[in-house]
């Protein structure tokens, strides 16, 4: 494997400084949560009740971003902790009747894509462990054409109920909604399930004698058997197990599954439906509309929750044959939205999200923003939001396409708020921070990275301050509180050391630009004492590369800056791509020179002096030795998408070539 050396450091750069002490504070965080929260065997602690269907994503979410950070570097021993928390939680779940065969009894696809994130990581983390391995190929089998499972029909090129899992097709919605009552407070402001339904047009009008019932009914008839758009999700699992073996079933499956919703979405003028019925038909329940299916365009999220499932699958098909064709899936409905797109303001009372995406945007009711649609019902197009950058981000971050970097520009053109602006929040996604970065790679936001870590050790420091005066365990039914409290983050670590988004909370596989390992170690994840910084991506602002329809792998130069803040030689392994999908063809560098640090007779710090250095490499890894004190910019011509994508280990003495 090719080496690069690193050169003295004059000063350490504060961002190098911010980035150590963000993984220094979050080793301790992890573990105060640990020690108050959760039983020797690794499940929470928790003496209250489960009810109905919902709630086994509520239990593994508070851990589901804790894989990534041992992949970033995180402490040797969080490995071991988050299995040990997966298996505690699974046994846990198991006790309640919720989970079998180690997997989700079945339930939907907004929710089980929420349980996912914590063994996906767990997978990409660890590829050597043979026991996920198991887990993964047999989670993803429930859902394969053939499955004793019965959950996909291959005829019809569907998933026949929108509550499926381990257990095969759950029909109906769930046992807590027989009768859709007026009394569920927390669902007033997502209205009805149904507007159709004789007798019941506002939400008061559930409270008629025999109207939840005649509403519960109806959604288990109409909703509770079929397929339904966020189940396109399900191709992650497929995904995932592929990434072990390759296994022609899994690819087969992903690809004819999301080319059935392609061709729906085509015969929908772009956007996607949200139903189809068990004869394979679009609107079979619905009288023949589009909309209406469980967690579709009418009920109860509509774009919030669908958008990010057919990210996913895009993001799925790309990792898969390196082909961007399948990234449609993804764009139609997102261009068919941005068309009806106008601006407005008083964001906040817009609709059922207004709230969190005002707080989140820091707007006020005078704040103009470009607003789209989010939900569909009989009565045309309703709920209208911003656009969240997430959903901009990932199709330019696939392609490096002039289409794509467009229309993020077009969104940014048309908002009033500061694009550029680090705000200081945290939602359960990790998402929400992709505007100030992006900025930052185009140049018009350098400070992001100092700014970006001091907010993620104030998320830290207020999670912690959150814990310190929180109970043991929650009351009865608060299953959200360890999520709510979970220190761990990682959206601007994610960022900034890879290069890459944030993976999609909802079903989402983690990519990278770039990835790393301790070579000294035989791990993933940055040495001790060292810092990465992504600080140019060009297909992600330039468009250098415009993306071509039939997926060739496009040339982009990334440059990546490596500090050791330390008094220890570190070396470090950097990858290109999350699973070795990219080849480096080269790496400019700076070599040393002169004579630092001098002669100690003298007062002055002398500067370092360097002379650019390129070697070729033409693998997908590359080494960089840093003495103490030493750091490397290396700025790298990156073929994307040359090998077949793969989990990945980084053992002791492991080469790719």
Request: charged share 20%; with cysteine.
């Amino acid at each position: 494997m090719n080496t690069v050396t690193g050169v003295p450091l004059r000063a350490i750069p504060r961002w190098a400084i911010l980035e150590r002490a963000l993984f220094a504070q979050l080793d301790q965080a992890w573990r105060i949560f640990e020690a108050r929260f959760c039983e020797p065997d690794g499940r929470v602690r928790y003496s209250g009740e489960m009810v109905g269907r919902d709630g086994v994503d509520d239990f593994y979410e508070p851990f589901f971003n804790w894989p990534m950070l041992y992949r970033l570097g995180g402490a040797a021993d969080l490995l071991p902790a988050a299995k040990h928390h997966w298996e505690g939680i699974t046994r846990q779940m198991t006790e309640f009747g919720f989970v079998r065969d180690e997997y989700e009894l079945g339930y939907d696809w907004f929710h089980q894509a929420e349980s996912l994130g914590l063994f996906l990581g767990l997978c990409g983390a660890d590829p050597s462990d043979q026991a996920f391995q198991a887990r993964a190929e047999r989670f993803a089998g429930f859902f394969l054409p053939g499955s004793p499972t019965g959950n996909y029909n291959a005829e019809h090129r569907m998933i026949v109920a929108p509550h499926n899992g381990a257990g095969g097709p759950r029909w109906g919605v769930g046992e807590s909604w027989l009768a859709y009552s007026a009394d569920q407070e927390g669902m007033r402001i997502y209205g009805l399930p149904l507007h159709d339904v004789p007798g019941i047009n506002t939400w008061e009008d559930l409270r008629k004698p025999g109207a939840a019932q005649a509403m519960g009914q109806a959604m288990h008839q109409r909703m509770g058997k079929g397929d339904t758009a966020i189940s396109i999700a399900a191709t992650t699992l497929a995904t995932n197990a592929w990434l072990y073996s390759h296994g022609e079933a899994y690819a087969a499956w992903v690809m004819d599954y999301v080319d059935a919703w392609r061709e729906r979405a085509a015969a929908n003028g772009g956007v996607i439906p949200d139903t189809v019925g068990l004869s394979g038909q679009v609107g079979e329940y619905h009288g023949g509309a589009w909309y209406g299916g469980h967690y579709g365009w009418t009920w109860p999220h509509g774009a919030h929750s669908i958008l990010p499932a057919l990210l996913a699958a895009a993001v799925n098909c790309t990792v898969m044959d390196g082909n961007l064709e399948r990234l449609d899936v993804a764009r139609s409905t997102l261009e068919a939205l941005l068309k009806m797109g106008k601006v407005g303001s008083d964001i906040a009372h817009q609709g059922s999200l207004g709230p969190g995406l005002a707080a989140q945007l820091g707007a006020d009711e005078t704040t103009q923003e470009l607003l789209i649609p989010y939900r569909h019902g009989p009565n045309g197009w309703f709920d209208w939001h911003p656009v969240q950058a997430e959903w901009l981000l990932w199709p330019l971050w696939l392609s490096g396409g002039a289409s794509d970097l467009d229309r993020l520009e077009r969104v940014r053109q048309a908002s009033q708020t500061d694009w550029e602006l680090v705000r200081w929040f945290e939602n359960k996604e990790e998402q929400g921070h992709g505007t100030p970065w992006i900025g930052f790679l185009s140049g018009r936001c350098p400070d992001y990275p100092e700014q970006a870590f001091a907010m993620a050790l104030g998320q830290v420091t207020r999670r912690l301050a959150l814990i310190d005066a929180a109970p043991d365990e929650p009351e009865n039914l608060d299953i959200h509180f360890w999520q709510r409290l979970n220190p761990v983050v990682t959206e601007v670590l994610t960022q900034l050391t890879t290069g890459a988004p944030a993976p999609l909370y909802y079903g989402g596989l983690t990519v990278a630009r770039v990835m790393y390992g301790d070579a000294d170690a035989g791990r993933p994840g940055l040495p001790p004492d060292v810092a990465a910084l992504v600080s140019q991506v060009s297909a992600m602002t330039a468009a250098a590369q415009t993306a071509v329809p039939g997926g060739a792998p496009s040339t982009d130069s990334v440059t990546v800056e490596l500090v050791n803040t330390g008094n220890q030689t570190r070396h470090v392994t950097v990858q290109a791509g999350a699973f070795a999908e990219d080849q480096i063809i080269s790496a400019a560098y700076p070599s040393a020179t002169g004579t630092y640090p001098g002669d100690s007779h003298q007062y002055d710090i002398p500067l370092v002096g360097t002379a650019p250095a390129t070697i070729t490499v033409n693998a997908p890894r590359l080494s960089v030795e840093l003495p103490p004190r030493a750091g490397t910019t290396l700025r790298l011509t990156v073929q994307r998408r040359t090998h077949q994508a793969a989990h990945r280990t980084f053992g002791l003495n492991e080469v790719l070539s």
